[in-house]
């Protein structure tokens, strides 16, 4: 049985939490614990909230008074079991099976190793943690204590990727030569998140390598299925400076002369998000705390951080970067990150001895050296793009963990302690490669 006892103190789980021995099925929903109520934390909820034969949320830890409460009401946590701060759940006896893991980047090692030693199963947002060795230590803890842990690597869940990886075992382009990979985070996602929002600053958060893109590097990696043997990279911060402002660009959009003819003008983002929807109210979300109105946009366009001028914004992290992969087996990989491009899918190049792979996230072509012919296969059930709901992967992903811990199959968990933190830590050894202007070898 993969069941322990659980302590005594008041724990809301009526029945012995979960362990990490995923040997047998258990006949009772996993009890969950969200820490964090943000969007990842919500989305997560959400979908536990979907299948309550087989995990509901029980507990939930965020600072933020109206987010919290809108939380507890959505998914019917009790007072007794809302917290204010994340940590009071670590004074607490265990409380759930499995903690969520979706505050700041770089409390992730503080919280994930406490919990592991308090004995939850783990779901851990990426990145895993913003240092090597912080992501060493929560990988020495999930080792001490036999702890099930995933880490949202969501990219490896997709329907498109699982398609895509299939194609290439079965030979459709004969063997990996390279592969040339594109991260179009788009202009005005970049300019939220990365210039004005909480991922700006390396030193506050993380480098811009592993806060975006530590999925794609792990992507590639699954995908060519091979140790990286060396690093290179190069990427800068060019035009979100002070230096790049136009004459008479003041400090604020809501102040500006020039607001209207601004590419990055936070007012047309988030009043299109509240007036249109779309992914720009996901934004919109974000900036107000969850309050749709004109007023609390108002609010934050004036007074909060998402009002900031992209030009004056204290935001130090790179713009665009490229990182060159070399594996074990000759197979070269050329990445690109880049902030200049409009919110559109992750654009991918396979070049095989036989043919040539060509994916979107949703659509795969191959073309057939030999026969000349192209190929096209839609991943996609619905018809929906491959930005909604990361192509699936958010689903698949928090599915693959429930059914591993609910139905006794760890086969499912395909983002796990090991391949996560090995794709970490190639994205480190990048980001010395940037830093030092050198090639880094593994």
Not at 208 to 226: E, F, M, P, T, Y
Not at 242 to 261: F, N, Q
Not at 265 to 280: E, N, V
Not at 308 to 324: A, G, I, K, L, M
Request: proline share 5%.
């Amino acid at each position: 049985m993969n069941l322990a006892a659980p302590p005594a103190g008041g724990a809301p789980a009526s029945t012995p939490f979960v362990t990490g021995d995923l040997s047998a099925p258990i006949g009772r929903p996993l009890s969950l614990v969200v820490l964090g109520a943000g969007a990842r934390g919500e989305a997560y909820a959400d979908l536990a909230a979907k299948s309550p034969e087989r995990a509901r949320v029980v507990a939930v830890a965020e600072a933020r008074d109206g987010v919290r409460r809108a939380f507890a009401a959505r998914h019917a946590v009790s007072d007794e079991f809302c917290f204010t701060d994340w940590r009071e759940v670590l004074e607490r006896p265990r409380l759930a099976d499995v903690a969520i893991v979706a505050i700041q980047d770089a409390d992730h090692v503080e919280a994930a190793v406490a919990l592991a030693d308090l004995g939850y199963q783990l779901l851990l947002e990426k990145p895993m943690a913003t240092t090597q060795e912080d992501c060493d230590a929560i990988a020495e803890a999930v080792q001490r204590n036999g702890t099930a842990l995933a880490l949202a690597h969501v990219m490896r869940y997709t329907l498109y990727s699982v398609a895509l990886k299939k194609l290439l075992r079965d030979g459709a382009i004969g063997d990996i030569v390279s592969l040339q990979h594109l991260e179009p985070v788009g202009y005005y996602h970049f300019a939220h998140s990365f210039v004005r929002g909480n991922w700006r600053r390396e030193d506050q958060s993380a480098p811009l390598l592993l806060a975006k893109s530590c999925h794609d590097i792990d992507w590639l990696c699954d995908v060519v299925g091979r140790p990286v043997r060396r690093v290179s990279s190069f990427g800068s911060l060019t035009h979100f400076r002070p230096e790049s402002a136009p004459e008479g660009a003041t400090d604020r959009c809501v102040t500006c002369p020039l607001e209207s003819s601004c590419a990055f003008s936070a007012p047309r983002l988030y009043r299109d998000g509240l007036r249109r929807g779309g992914t720009k109210q996901y934004f919109t979300r974000i900036a107000t705390a969850g309050e749709l109105t004109e007023e609390a946009v108002t609010a934050a366009l004036t007074d909060g951080p998402y009002g900031r001028c992209v030009y004056h914004s204290d935001n130090d992290v790179p713009d665009h970067q490229v990182v060159n992969l070399e594996f074990d087996n000759a197979v070269t990989v050329s990445f690109v990150l880049t902030a200049f491009t409009p919110m559109e899918n992750r654009q991918t190049k396979i070049f095989g001895t036989r043919g040539q792979l060509t994916g979107d996230g949703r659509h795969i072509e191959v073309y057939d050296f030999r026969t000349e012919r192209t190929t096209v296969i839609d991943t996609s059930l619905d018809g929906s793009s491959a930005a909604e709901g990361h192509a699936g992967g958010d689903a698949a992903m928090f599915n693959a963990y429930i059914d591993a811990l609910h139905g006794g199959r760890p086969e499912l968990i395909v983002s796990g302690i090991e391949a996560s933190l090995a794709s970490h830590r190639v994205v480190f050894a990048a980001e010395r490669a940037r830093h030092a202007g050198t090639v880094v070898e593994l």
